[in-house]
């Protein structure tokens, strides 16, 4: 493809990416406002499930804590008395450390039980707020959701239309020429291809551009861009011939 061609195409592309731009700017902020408040309903979803799983698990160990306690103070009695039949300060000694560590253990198991209880109750009360602020969320998304569905729908063809004409175009132009201009059009937030304007200035950024870069430019031999903006350059003749075209 001789550089006016592509140019050429290149243009052509542009014409219909602005066009898909402004269908999306139609949208407005409706689809950031979606996407947000979908992570925002995930979060709250996996908090909501922090919690469930922090209560559940709560109830299975205060069973278990309850069987300790039943079995340690089993176990005390037990000592208890054995201690009262025993011959020897030594036999009586180590029975009285036994049940010493038994009743260590059994404070233990107490204040365990009271974090427990203590931790259940903030997190009964987090999860039913959570809860709440979960279904709000969620009619609230649920409404803007359809609003945008109502939204695209309204203009799908014609976006399906602009997508398949510019799959056209771009199939024609080399990949590494694609991904300049497509590089350029992120950083310039839109117009990636410019024409010269009054006074030979660059159409982007409206900076004079030396008379060797017009010259160059009107040779088409190879694409130039603008020193000052990195936005390409395209001869006037292109873009006439493009408005002619449609
Ligand atoms: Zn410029």
């Known amino acids: 493809m001789v550089v006016k061609d592509k140019l050429k195409t290149l243009y052509e592309l542009?014409?219909?990416?602005?066009?898909?731009?402004?269908?999306?700017e139609?949208?407005?902020?409706?689809?950031?406002?979606?996407?947000?408040?979908?992570?925002?309903?995930?979060?709250?979803?996996?908090?909501?499930?922090?919690?469930?799983d922090y209560l559940k698990k709560a109830v299975v160990r205060k069973k278990e804590i309850d069987k300790e306690l039943d079995d340690v103070r089993k176990r005390i009695d037990k000592y208890t008395d054995m201690r009262v039949k025993v011959k020897t300060?030594?036999?009586?000694?180590?029975?009285?450390?036994?049940?010493?560590?038994?009743?260590?253990?059994l404070q233990e198991l107490?204040?365990?039980?009271?974090?427990?209880?203590?931790?259940?109750a903030?997190?009964?009360?987090?999860?039913?707020?959570?809860?709440?602020?979960?279904?709000?969320?969620?009619?609230?998304?649920?409404?803007k959701k359809v609003e945008l569905e109502e939204l695209v729908s309204l203009t799908h063809d014609e976006e399906k239309r602009y997508v398949k004409e510019r799959?056209?175009?771009?199939?024609?132009?080399?990949?590494?020429?694609?991904?300049?201009?497509?590089?350029?059009?992120?950083?310039?937030?839109?117009?990636?291809?410019?024409?010269?304007?009054?006074?030979?200035?660059?159409g982007g950024c409206y900076n004079v551009l030396p008379p060797q870069r017009l010259l160059d430019l009107r040779q088409m031999e190879k694409i130039f861009t603008c020193d000052h903006c990195g936005r390409i350059l395209v001869p006037n003749e292109i873009v006439e011939e493009t408005a002619r075209d449609v």
Do not use: W
């Open 167 to 202: 799959e056209k175009f771009a199939q024609k132009i080399d990949r590494q020429t694609i991904s300049r201009y497509e590089m350029i059009r992120k950083a310039t937030k839109g117009k990636a291809i410019v024409p010269v304007v009054r006074r030979n200035a660059c």
């Open 26 to 52: 139609e949208r407005g902020d409706l689809p950031a406002e979606v996407e947000e408040l979908e992570k925002k309903i995930t979060m709250l979803k996996a908090q909501v499930k922090e919690n469930d």
């Open 89 to 105: 300060n030594r036999e009586y000694d180590a029975l009285s450390k036994q049940i010493d560590n038994s009743k260590e253990k």
């Open 122 to 143: 903030v997190s009964s009360r987090d999860v039913e707020k959570l809860k709440a602020e979960f279904e709000e969320e969620q009619e609230v998304y649920s409404s």
């Open 14 to 24: 542009q014409q219909v990416d602005l066009k898909l731009d402004g269908l999306l």
């Open 110 to 120: 107490h204040k365990e039980l009271e974090n427990i209880q203590a931790k259940e």
